[in-house]
Nanobody, 124 residues
Framework: QVTLVESGGGLVQPGDSLRLSCTFSGRPFSNYYLGWFRQAPGREREFVGGIRRSGRGTYYADFVKGRFTVGRDNTKSTAFLQMNSLKVEDTAVYLC?????????????????WGQGTQVTVSS
């Protein structure tokens, strides 16, 4: 049984940084492409960024514009989302997800395992 657990969310001010973590368990982590998504109230779930199984190769949504970085450590079965220069519009629940068969995809329907999410609120 694959499980993913996010942590690290919280309340920050505009311009601050925050680092989210995703802990994976149940199968060899290196077999899965890892993506980060977010969902704000009343909006659809949107892709933020992802990282390939080897850790060499990342893929980001256009709105990230160099502010966010995705990484992973297969030896610890963890991934992270480093978020810098946060904006009010980045407020959302952030979720990590894993897909067995795909890579570099922003389609949430292609991810077969999801965490519960962690709330990020950016407010002055």
């Amino acid at each position: 049984q694959v499980t993913l657990v996010e942590s690290g969310g919280g309340l920050v001010q505009p311009g601050d940084s925050l680092r989210l973590s995703c802990t994976f368990s149940g199968r060899p982590f290196s077999n899965y492409y890892l993506g980060w998504f977010r969902q704000a109230p009343g909006r659809e779930r949107e892709f933020v960024g992802g990282i390939r199984r080897s850790g060499r190769g990342t893929y980001y949504a256009d709105f990230v514009k160099g502010r966010f970085t995705v990484g992973r450590d297969n030896t610890k079965s963890t991934a992270f989302l480093q978020m810098n220069s946060l904006k009010v519009e980045d407020t959302a629940v952030y979720l990590c997800a894993a897909t067995t068969y795909y890579s570099d995809t922003d389609n949430p329907e292609l991810y077969n395992y999801w965490g519960q999410g962690t709330q990020v609120t950016v407010s002055s």
